[in-house]
């Protein structure tokens, strides 16, 4: 077959002019670092942080305007690899982070930012001391304490609870603070606390804790831990014939998504959350949707965190004057400049947000409970 010259050189030219543009937009594009645990057995964080914000940068550039460009990395949940991950996503041209997705490699990663002069909003790590000490670490999602406080003050004013238990695990700081703050505005609100046990990373039999429970007479029992021990109690509390009201945090995001796990143990669990899947307004019906096209799945908090960051993000560099040309320091500058002005608030999936130089989120906490499988929001 043969082909006209001029054919063959306008076709040419056109695919030069075309990946001339391609690069032109990769490198004008605001470049975002996701990083989080996309493998290991805190995946199930990971990964829904790193589809929601593609689903938010899909929005985005689906606008047009300033185009978003996501360089992640996985970090395992390991400190010392989410700051290799950290230095990768610089190497590839990041001027911010969204992330890190869990604490103790955020804390790692954070202190390391803070002397590079990176920009980070955390969509899910939520010790205080993700932030502390840090001017350049801000958080999506609520504190430790927040949730402690607002979880006592929900389950009092929706009369879940008469007589409370708390099962917390002593080891991990995330558990730990928020079972404090609980314990105190538990008291502030007048709960009666009748037992209270702890376990450690390494427990897998939790029959004395669940038992003592059920002793207390406790008719709720509060988890202010993550879903892989959340699943070994319900599943305890199953062989012991005891059916109180659970009550867990956002920790407990991902239960039903637990490969193996039977979705009837969670029946009627409670969650403090700020999302719920099921909600009808337009924006969130987009989001699911097309997070379940992506991954098969329905999206759970911390996919919208991401979300959410990735639009603060974008936002916050729109109305600084940030765009894919500034370098990450100048960028850190004025991301903080934006995030503690006076009229600097966003919208998003997960609540009205606004933040103090400490870098803590304000917003409204809600809670979702589960009913056949699935997240619902809480009427009584």
């Known amino acids: 077959m043969k082909f006209n010259k001029a054919i063959v050189a306008m076709i040419l030219a056109i695919v030069m002019v075309m990946g001339l543009a391609s690069a032109a937009m990769a490198e004008d594009a605001l470049k975002i670092g996701v990083i989080g645990p996309f493998t290991g057995a805190a995946a199930i964080y990971g990964n829904a942080c790193k589809f929601g914000a593609q689903v938010a940068a899909e929005q985005i550039n689906a606008e047009g305007g300033l185009q978003i460009e996501l360089l992640n990395q996985d970090d395992e949940h390991d400190p010392e690899k989410s ?23 955020c804390i790692a990663v954070g202190a390391q930012a803070n002397e590079d002069r990176v920009f980070m909003l955390t969509p899910s790590a939520s010790s205080p001391d993700v932030t502390a000490d840090k001017d350049n670490v ?8 927040a949730q402690g406080t607002a979880s006592a003050q929900y389950i009092k004013a929706h009369s879940l609870g008469g007589k409370i238990a708390i099962i917390y695990n002593n080891a991990d700081a995330y558990s730990t603070g928020i079972y404090q703050t609980f314990v105190e505005e538990a ?135 940030i765009d894919g040309s500034t370098d990450y320091a100048d960028a850190c500058e004025k991301l903080i400049a934006q995030f503690t002005s006076a009229d600097f608030q966003i919208d998003g999936l997960t609540g009205s947000m606004t933040w103090d130089a400490s870098g803590a989120v304000t917003k409204t906490p809600t809670a979702v409970v589960i009913k056949d499988g699935a997240y619902v929001g809480f009427n009584d």
């Open 138 to 145: 801000f958080q999506v999602c609520f504190t430790d304490p």
């Open 83 to 105: 700051l290799n991950a950290y230095n990768k996503v610089l190497d590839d041209g990041a001027q911010m982070i969204a992330g890190t997705t869990t604490t103790t490699p």
């Open 187 to 321: 008291k502030v609100q007048g709960i009666e606390v009748v037992s209270e046990t702890t376990f450690t990373d390494d427990t897998t039999d939790f029959s004395v804790q669940v038992s003592a429970a059920k002793d207390a007479g406790a008719d709720l029992v509060f988890l202010p831990i993550y879903y892989t021990p959340a699943s070994m109690i319900l599943q305890t509390a199953k062989s012991i014939g005891y059916a109180p009201v659970f009550f867990g945090v956002d920790g407990m995001d991902g239960i039903l998504t637990m490969e193996g796990f039977d979705t009837s143990l969670a029946e009627g669990v409670f969650m403090l959350t700020p999302f719920s899947a099921d909600a009808q307004d337009e924006r969130t019906q987009a989001f699911v949707t097309r997070y379940q096209e992506i991954t098969g799945e329905i999206p759970n908090q911390f996919a919208a965190d991401c979300y959410d960051a990735v639009y603060a993000l974008y936002n916050a560099s729109l109305a600084a004057g």
